[in-house]
T-cell receptor
Framework: ETGVTQTPRHLVMGMTNKKSLKCEQHLGHNAMYWYKQSAKKPLELMFVYSLEERVENNSVPSRFSPECPNSSHLFLHLHTLQPEDSALYLC?????????????FGSGTRLTVV | GQNIDQPTEMTATEGAIVQINCTYQTSGFNGLFWYQQHAGEAPTFLSYNVLDGLEEKGRFSSFLSRSKGYSYLLLKELQMKDSASYLCAGRNNNAGNMLTFGGGTRLMVKP
């Protein structure tokens, strides 16, 4: 356990479903991130929240919708996804965006879109 | 982005030494990180370099040359449990000091 908890660990959803991924950290960090990890591709930054304010939206399709209700929780709401969205979705947190220790990652949600 | 490049796969023998290289674009560079990721698990922090030179932490060391845009991760006395992906990530102050990751190097340690 790294201190960043993601649920569910695995998710299979149809293209017409709506689901949400949850991330929780109790490390006292004030920045949280969503990354997408596809096979044989670099980690792709999706969204960044700093002090609960979205500061980065990396040209992510609108079928992905983030929510950060407080500094400990981050959600990724999913709707009408495509099969190419199947990937490992990683949440991370950091003390702030300039910290020298990088990010603490969760174990990810393995998403399969059918 | 910062165009982080690292080899896709490497194989080494238990007990040996392996060096995993990483190159990056130097413009706006503000720190280089290495992470280890076992299959199905979270990436975990290994090392951070911002100044030239070698940082040693037990069996793992990381080196940085800012002028060459080059880093390597050195793993000594390899163990089977070191089989994992190793992710190189650069922080760029032209990108809000956020991390850009390479594709990862999958290391297989054989007996």
């Amino acid at each position: 356990e790294t201190g960043v908890t993601q649920t569910p660990r695995h998710l299979v959803m149809g293209m017409t479903n709506k689901k949400s991924l949850k991330c929780e950290q109790h490390l006292g960090h004030n920045a949280m991130y969503w990354y997408k990890q596809s096979a044989k591709k670099p980690l792709e930054l999706m969204f960044v929240y700093s002090l609960e304010e979205r500061v980065e939206n990396n040209s992510v399709p609108s079928r992905f919708s983030p929510e950060c209700p407080n500094s400990s929780h981050l959600f990724l709401h999913l709707h009408t996804l495509q099969p190419e969205d199947s990937a490992l979705y990683l949440c991370a947190s950091s003390q702030d965006r300039t910290v020298n220790y990088g990010y603490t990652f969760g174990s990810g949600t393995r998403l399969t879109v059918v | 982005g910062q165009n982080i490049d690292q080899p896709t796969e490497m194989t080494a023998t238990e007990g040996a030494i392996v060096q995993i290289n990483c190159t990056y674009q130097t413009s706006g560079f503000n720190g280089l990180f290495w992470y280890q990721q076992h299959a199905g698990e979270a990436p975990t922090f290994l090392s951070y370099n911002v100044l030239d030179g070698l940082e040693e932490k037990g069996r793992f060391s990381s080196f940085l040359s800012r002028s060459k845009g080059y880093s390597y991760l050195l793993l000594k006395e390899l163990q089977m449990k070191d089989s994992a992906s190793y992710l190189c990530a650069g922080r760029n102050n032209n990108a809000g000091n956020m991390l850009t990751f390479g594709g990862g190097t999958r290391l297989m340690v054989k007996p």
